[in-house]
């Protein structure tokens, strides 16, 4: 009677383990898609905002090349981010991972 109910209770937590971690995984999902919607809804403010970052670090790399090269980074990612929808979906994956990262749900 006891190995019985020992078994049951070990495979409740089993299956709520088992939930938690589909719970999670949803969650990832929905933040992930909803970061896609948002970063293509937004790109052609993301592409304005990239142009504007280009010709900025274009202009300070002759003055300051620490500086120049600094926000040329950000701004090549910023236009592979509204030109590319692959760059986006793993932006977009990369950010719901972080996201969820340190959720503890209990």
């Not at 999902?29 to 993301?46: G, K, N, S």
């Amino acid at each position: 009677m006891k190995k019985k109910k020992a078994i049951k209770e070990s495979d409740s937590k089993a299956s709520q383990e088992k939930y938690m971690s589909n719970r999670r995984r949803l969650a990832r999902e929905r933040l992930e898609i909803y970061l896609v919607h948002l970063l293509l809804a937004y790109r052609p403010l993301i592409f304005y905002a990239a142009l504007l970052l280009l010709v900025y670090s274009v202009v300070t790399l002759f003055s300051n090349p620490l500086v120049g090269f600094a926000s040329l980074i950000p701004a090549l990612y910023l236009l592979l981010v509204s030109s590319s929808y692959p760059v986006t979906l793993y932006s977009a994956r990369l950010g719901a991972w972080i996201a969820t990262l340190w959720r503890h749900e209990d």
